[in-house]
C-alpha cells in the first residue's frame, strides 16, 4: 500500500505540474499528462520512478470511466439527429482514413496487422482537442454541429473497432470467416446487453435519483459502469466496448446532466493516470529514431483528413466553408487511438515502434490542430477561389439540394420505390461481399486445383482474380443501376419532373443524381474493400475503385459544367425580368421557381449607400466563401451582369439576385445589408 500511495503522490504531482505548464501554454492538458509519464517512466534518468506495472493497473480505471463518459454523451436519438447532416462524412473520413493509414503502412513494408493497426489509430479524431480549440476559436454554428457529429460517427466507429481488434488480438484473425464470426457475436451481444439493460438500467438509474443523494446516484452508475465492463472483459472483449454500453444506457435514464456532473471530476483524474500511463511506455530513443515515420504519419492524418472530409462534405451538401473547416478541425488523433494501440502493443502482435509513433502524432497534430481551426477561414477562402467556375457553383448548389431533401416529404409511391432500390442495393453489396469471401475461403483449394493442372502459384493467383472479377462484374453494373435509380427518386423529391413542356430542372436534377450515385458507391465500397483485404488483393481493388470512382467524377464535371450553363441562362432570365421590374411599371413577376428550378432559395436585395457592399468588388467581398451563397445576377438600369466575376464591383442602386440553401441565402443578405 505504501508503494501505491507513493506512486500516485509521483504521477498527480508531475500530472499537476506539467499540465497546468501546458495550460499557461495554450495547450491541452493531456500533452501534460503525457510528458508527465515521460518524467516518471522508466527511460528517462531522472530520479523519479513510478511503477510501470501498478499505473498501468491503475490506467484500466481511466479506459473505463472514459469510455462510460463517451457513451453518457451518445444517444441513439443524438446518432438519428446527426445522421443526416454528418453520417456520410463521418463514414468516409472512418474509411479514409483508415485505408489511407493502412497503405501507408502497406508502402513502408510494414505487416498486414500493423497497418491494420495504424489505419485504425489515425481514423478516429480527438474529441478533447476539438473541444479545446472550439472553446479558443468559436465556429459558426453549422461548422461546430457537423463536426461533433462527425465526432459521434467516429465514437460508433470505434467501439466497433475496439471490439473488432480485441478479437484480432486474442487470435481471431483477419480471414472474412473471422470477422463475420467476430461482428456476429459482437452484434448478439450489444442486442442481448442493450435490451436486457434498457429494461433494467435506466429504471435503477431513477430509483438511485429519488434519494435526491449525490454520493447514492455516484456510486450506483459507478457500480452499473464497473459491472458491465467486467462482463464485457469476461466475454473476451475490452472493457471500453462495457464501460461505453454502461454509458449509454445510464443516458437513457434522463438524469445526463446530473451524473455527468458527478462523474466528470472523477474521470478526468484516472483519465489522467491514463496518459501518463502511456507516456511512461514511451523510450524517447525509440521515439526518436521513428520521428521521420511519426512526422509522415502526421502528414497523412493532417492532409487525409483535410481532403478526404471536404470533399466528403461537399458532396454531402455541407457546402466548401463547413467542409474545408470540418476537415482542418479532425486533422489529429485522440484517446481511442492510445486505447488502439495498447490492445495491439499488449497483445505483441504489433511492432514495438507503433506506441510510440502514435504518441509522438497525438503531440504534433495536437500542436497544429488550433493552428489551422485559426486559418480555416482564410484556407476555405482560398480553396474555394481555386476551384473551377463550375464545381463553385456546384458546391454552392449541392448544399440546397440537401437542405430541401431534408425538408422534403416522400409520396407514398416515391418511398415504397426507394425502400425496393435500397434492398436491391443492400443484397447486390452483400453478394459481392460473399463471393470474395468465399474466394478467400477457398483460395488454397482453387490454387492446388490449379496448379494441378500445370500453372504456376503466381498465375493461378491471377486466374482466381480475373474469375471474381469477372463474377463481380455483373452485379457492380446492376449495384451502380440501382444507385443512379435511388438517385433518381430522391432527386424527385426536391426538383419534380416537369409534366410537360421543357424540363428546364435536368441539369440540376442530373447534376443531383450523379452526386447521390457517387454516395451510394463510396457507401457500398467498404465492406467489399474489406472481403478483398482478407485475399491480400488490396492494392488491386483500390485501382478497381479508382477507376470507378475516376469514371464517376468525370460523369460529375460534365453534369457540373451542364449545369453551369444551365445557371449562366437561367441568371440572364432572371436578370432581365428584374431590370423590367425596376423600368417598367407593369413587370411581368418573377417566380425563380418556375424559371430555374433546382437552384435553392432565390432572393435579390438591392445595395443601398450605407451597405458595406457599396463600391466593392466580389471578390473583396468574398461572398461566397465567408456565406455559401452564390449571386446569379447583378442588375442596374444601365445593364445586367448574368453570373458576374470577382472583378464586378457593386454599386447603390444595384440590384443582386442571390441563390443557395435558404441559410446561405439568409446570411449573404444578412453580410451585404451591413453599414460599412
Not at 151 to 178: K, M
Not at 212 to 227: K, Q, W
Not at 479 to 488: K, P
Request: glycine residues 10%; contains cysteine; charged residues 15%.
Amino acid at each position: 500500500m505504501e508503494h501505491l500511495v507513493f506512486d500516485l503522490a509521483l504521477v498527480f504531482g508531475v500530472a499537476a505540474l506539467t499540465s497546468v505548464a501546458f495550460r499557461k501554454l495554450g495547450q491541452p492538458s493531456i500533452l501534460g499528462y503525457l510528458l508527465a509519464g515521460l518524467v516518471v517512466g522508466p527511460y528517462i534518468p531522472i530520479p523519479i520512478f513510478a511503477d510501470t506495472q501498478r499505473i498501468a493497473a491503475l490506467s484500466e480505471l481511466g479506459v473505463i470511466l472514459v469510455m462510460f463518459g463517451v457513451g453518457l454523451e451518445f444517444s441513439l436519438r443524438k446518432l438519428l439527429r446527426v445522421l443526416p447532416l454528418a453520417g456520410f462524412t463521418g463514414a468516409v473520413q472512418v474509411a479514409g482514413l483508415g485505408l489511407l493509414g493502412f497503405g501507408f503502412a502497406q508502402a513502408l513494408g510494414m505487416s498486414q496487422l500493423d497497418g491494420l493497426f495504424l489505419g485504425s489509430c489515425i481514423a478516429i479524431s480527438s474529441t478533447m482537442v476539438v473541444a479545446k480549440a472550439f472553446d479558443e476559436h468559436p465556429p459558426d454554428g453549422r461548422v461546430r454541429e457537423l463536426v461533433l457529429g462527425v465526432l459521434v460517427v467516429q465514437d460508433l466507429a470505434a467501439i466497433v473497432l475496439v471490439a473488432v481488434l480485441t478479437g484480432v488480438a486474442a487470435g481471431a484473425g483477419l480471414s472474412p470467416e473471422s470477422l463475420g464470426q467476430t461482428l456476429g457475436n459482437l452484434a448478439v451481444l450489444l442486442v442481448l446487453m442493450v435490451v436486457a439493460g434498457l429494461m433494467v438500467v435506466p429504471r435503477f438509474v431513477r430509483l438511485l435519483a429519488r434519494f435526491n443523494n449525490t454520493e447514492v446516484l455516484l456510486v450506483g452508475v459507478t457500480a452499473i459502469c464497473f459491472c458491465l465492463a467486467s462482463l464485457a472483459e469476461h466475454l473476451g472483449y475490452s472493457v471500453a466496448l462495457g464501460a461505453f454500453l454502461a454509458g449509454t444506457l445510464v443516458a437513457e435514464a434522463g438524469k445526463t446532466h446530473d451524473i455527468e456532473e458527478l462523474v466528470h471530476p472523477v474521470r478526468d483524474l484516472f483519465a489522467a493516470v491514463f496518459f501518463v500511463s502511456i507516456g511512461m511506455t514511451v523510450d524517447p530513443v525509440v521515439a526518436l529514431d521513428h520521428l521521420g515515420l511519426a512526422v509522415g504519419v502526421s502528414l497523412v492524418v493532417i492532409a487525409g483528413q483535410f481532403l478526404v472530409v471536404s470533399v466528403a462534405g461537399i458532396l454531402s451538401g455541407n457546402g466548401v466553408l463547413r467542409s474545408v473547416t470540418a476537415g482542418l478541425a479532425l486533422g489529429q488523433i485522440g484517446e481511442f487511438a492510445f486505447i488502439i494501440a495498447g490492445i495491439g502493443s499488449a497483445a505483441g502482435i504489433v511492432g514495438d515502434f507503433l506506441q510510440p509513433v502514435v504518441v509522438t502524432v497525438a503531440v504534433i497534430t495536437a500542436f497544429t490542430s488550433p493552428q489551422l481551426i485559426r486559418l480555416s477561414q482564410r484556407i476555405a477562402s482560398r480553396v474555394e477561389h481555386s476551384l473551377p467556375r463550375p464545381v463553385q457553383t456546384f458546391a454552392s448548389l449541392c448544399e440546397s439540394w440537401f437542405a430541401a431533401l431534408r425538408r422534403a416529404s416522400p409520396t407514398p409511391t416515391n418511398r415504397s420505390h426507394l425502400r425496393n432500390s435500397t434492398l436491391v442495393l443492400t443484397i447486390d453489396t452483400a453478394a459481392i461481399a460473399l463471393l470474395w469471401a468465399l474466394l478467400s475461403r477457398w483460395r488454397g483449394e482453387l490454387l492446388d486445383v490449379l496448379q494441378g493442372w500445370g500453372l504456376d502459384a503466381s498465375p493461378a493467383m491471377a486466374v482466381i482474380i480475373i474469375g471474381g472479377v469477372l463474377l463481380t462484374l455483373p452485379i457492380f453494373v446492376v449495384l451502380l443501376r440501382s444507385a443512379r435509380r435511388a438517385g433518381q427518386l430522391l432527386s424527385e423529391r426536391v426538383i419534380p419532373r416537369a409534366g410537360e413542356g421543357v424540363d428546364l430542372g435536368h441539369a440540376p436534377r442530373r447534376a443531383f443524381v450523379v452526386t447521390l450515385q457517387i454516395m451510394v458507391v463510396t457507401i457500398a465500397s467498404t465492406p467489399i474493400m474489406v472481403t478483398m483485404a482478407s485475399l491480400e488483393i488490396l492494392r488491386i481493388s483500390l485501382v478497381g475503385l479508382v477507376v470507378v470512382a475516376g469514371l464517376l467524377v468525370v460523369y460529375l464535371w460534365r453534369s457540373a459544367n451542364e449545369l453551369q450553363g444551365h445557371v449562366r441562362a437561367g441568371a440572364t432570365a432572371l436578370g432581365d425580368l428584374l431590370k423590367k421590374q425596376m423600368t417598367e411599371e407593369q413587370a411581368p413577376e418573377v417566380t425563380p421557381g418556375k424559371l430555374l428550378p433546382g437552384l435553392g432559395s432565390i432572393r435579390s436585395l438591392v445595395i443601398e449607400e450605407h451597405s458595406r457592399a457599396n463600391g466593392r468588388t466580389l471578390g473583396e467581398l468574398d461572398l461566397r466563401a465567408i456565406t455559401g451563397a452564390t449571386v446569379l445576377a447583378v442588375v442596374r438600369a444601365q445593364s445586367t451582369h448574368a453570373m458576374p466575376n470577382a472583378q464586378d464591383r457593386l454599386e447603390v442602386g444595384d440590384t443582386v439576385a442571390l441563390t443557395g440553401s435558404q441559410q446561405a441565402v439568409e446570411a449573404a443578405i444578412e453580410f451585404l445589408s451591413r453599414s460599412a
